[in-house]
Structure formats: structure tokens, C-alpha cells
């Protein structure tokens, strides 16, 4: 199950982009435009597995959120990621002490906050240990549970779909996926609302971002894709 985020923002425009970019980047997600409404939702279950939250709210103020969420056993342990406007010094302190795991200064790149989200996901997800799985073929380097991917050492950028892609394909080395079963394993649940052309332009898009590593995905015409069984 993909992790889900709940986003706590009174500024609607802004609540509609980030819904859209982390469904984009493979999260489920849930918003509330208040602070009530965001501590209700943070003690459903399961509990959310991430909370941005807005500083300046209508009602609760963003740090008496985080100050409650902290302060409830069933909600303590959930990252909290701070969105603050620019100036706020003294708020970013005081976001920390509440608790926050995290903050974005307003306004930030949607490139950033992803970040961010994913580097707290990575270090507060129990169970995960860094460094225990590095895969190397080739030019490519992959550690599959930080999520990090390196073409010839230089780190680069995968969004969360892509990476499970090139995941798939790695534990999978030398057999040939079809459309339907990376559909499958890919996209997990959701898949009826994915096309299988959608696997083509990911494949595509992933392949770009491989660079000299994208020789390694192979196309079989008619069936799918295969990588390779060994680099050269
Ligand atoms: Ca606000």
C-alpha cells in the first residue's frame, strides 16, 4: 500500500496542487482545510504515514496542531512536515519544538517538498535499514530501501512510480515483463485506472532519466520489456 499523506492547508489552490503532485508521484492522499478537521483525520486508521502542515491556520494555528498530534499516543509518532511563509524565523523554531520533523519556506518548488516528504518517509519508516541493499549493474547503482539511484556516482532523480518500475525490473532481471504484469506489480491496486500505453511512456520516461543505464531496459516487441541479465 502506497504511503498516504495528509495535507493540512487552508489555501485551497495550493491543497489541490500538492493532492495532485503526490498522487502523480504514486502517495494516496487526504486534506483538510482546518485544523480540526486535520486532527480528526490524523486519528483515523491506520493513521496517515506523513502530515504536511500549514502554519497559518484558520481556527487551530498549524503548531497547536503539531503540538496535539504530538501530544496523542495514536498520532505522536506521524512525521510532520511544516509549511511556513517567508520571515517566519521565530516559527520555524517553534515548529521544531512543537515537534515538527521538517519545514518548506512558502513558496516552495513542489520538486523540494517532494523531497523532503521522501527523505522523512525514508527515515522514520521502521524497518528500514539504509545501506542493506546496494545493487550495482553496470553503470547503475540502486539502494532499494533508501530509494536512491545513482547512474556512474552521480545521484539522480526518480519519481516514486519510476523507481518501483526500475525495483520490478531489477528483481526481475533477464525475464520479460509484459504490460499487464508491470501494470500489476507497478501500480499496485489502482491499476484499472492506469492504460497500459501509461507503462510505455513511464518506461520511456524512466529510460531518459537511466541515461547511459537505459540500454538495460529492453523493449520485446509485442509482450513488453525485459532488463537485462548482464550489463555488457
Ligand atoms: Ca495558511
Given at each position: 500500500m502506497?504511503?498516504?499523506?495528509?495535507?493540512?492547508?487552508?489555501?485551497?489552490?495550493?491543497?489541490?496542487?500538492?493532492?495532485?503532485?503526490?498522487?502523480?508521484?504514486?502517495?494516496?492522499?487526504?486534506?483538510?482545510?482546518?485544523g480540526?478537521?486535520?486532527?480528526?483525520?490524523?486519528?483515523?486508521?491506520?493513521?496517515?504515514?506523513?502530515?504536511?502542515?500549514?502554519?497559518?491556520?484558520?481556527?487551530?494555528?498549524?503548531?497547536?496542531?503539531?503540538?496535539?498530534?504530538r501530544?496523542?499516543?495514536?498520532?505522536?509518532?506521524?512525521?510532520?512536515?511544516?509549511?511556513?511563509?517567508?520571515?517566519?524565523?521565530?516559527?520555524?523554531?517553534?515548529?521544531?519544538?512543537?515537534?515538527?520533523?521538517?519545514?518548506?519556506v512558502?513558496?516552495?518548488?513542489?520538486?523540494?517538498?517532494?523531497?523532503?516528504?521522501?527523505?522523512?518517509?525514508?527515515?522514520?519508516?521502521?524497518g528500514?535499514?539504509?545501506?542493506?541493499?546496494?545493487?550495482?549493474f553496470?553503470?547503475l547503482?540502486?539502494?532499494?530501501?533508501?530509494?536512491?539511484?545513482?547512474?556512474?556516482e552521480?545521484?539522480?532523480?526518480?519519481?516514486?512510480?519510476?523507481?518501483?518500475?526500475?525495483?520490478?525490473?531489477?528483481?526481475?532481471?533477464?525475464?520479460?515483463?509484459?504490460?499487464?504484469?508491470?501494470?500489476?506489480?507497478v501500480?499496485?491496486?489502482?491499476?484499472?485506472?492506469?492504460?497500459?500505453?501509461?507503462?510505455?511512456?513511464?518506461?520511456?520516461?524512466?529510460?531518459?532519466?537511466?541515461?547511459?543505464?537505459?540500454?538495460?531496459i529492453?523493449?520485446?516487441?509485442?509482450?513488453?520489456?525485459?532488463?537485462?541479465?548482464?550489463?555488457?
Amino acid at each position: 500500500m502506497s504511503d498516504l499523506v495528509l495535507i493540512i492547508e487552508d489555501e485551497e489552490d495550493l491543497v489541490t496542487t500538492l493532492e495532485f503532485n503526490l498522487k502523480r508521484e504514486g502517495y494516496r492522499t487526504l486534506s483538510a482545510l482546518d485544523g480540526e478537521k486535520g486532527l480528526q483525520l490524523a486519528m483515523q486508521t491506520p493513521p496517515p504515514d506523513l502530515v504536511a502542515l500549514d502554519l497559518m491556520l484558520p481556527g487551530i494555528s498549524g503548531i497547536e496542531v503539531c503540538r496535539r498530534l504530538r501530544e496523542n499516543e495514536r498520532t505522536q509518532d506521524i512525521p510532520i512536515l511544516m509549511l511556513t511563509a517567508r520571515g517566519e524565523e521565530i516559527d520555524k523554531v517553534v515548529g521544531f519544538e512543537a515537534g515538527a520533523d521538517d519545514y518548506v519556506v512558502k513558496p516552495f518548488k513542489i520538486r523540494e517538498l517532494l523531497l523532503r516528504i521522501r527523505a522523512i518517509l525514508r527515515r522514520t519508516k521502521p524497518g528500514q535499514k539504509p545501506d542493506m541493499a546496494i545493487l550495482v549493474f553496470g553503470t547503475l547503482k540502486v539502494d532499494l530501501n533508501g530509494h536512491r539511484v545513482w547512474i556512474s556516482e552521480q545521484e539522480i532523480f526518480l519519481t516514486a512510480i519510476e523507481f518501483r518500475m526500475l525495483a520490478t525490473f531489477l528483481k526481475r532481471k533477464g525475464q520479460v515483463q509484459s504490460r499487464d504484469a508491470l501494470l500489476n506489480d507497478v501500480w499496485g491496486v489502482n491499476a484499472f485506472v492506469v492504460q497500459t500505453r501509461t507503462v510505455d511512456a513511464h518506461v520511456k520516461r524512466l529510460r531518459e532519466k537511466l541515461g547511459s543505464a537505459g540500454k538495460y531496459i529492453e523493449t520485446i516487441r509485442g509482450v513488453g520489456y525485459r532488463f537485462k541479465d548482464a550489463p555488457e
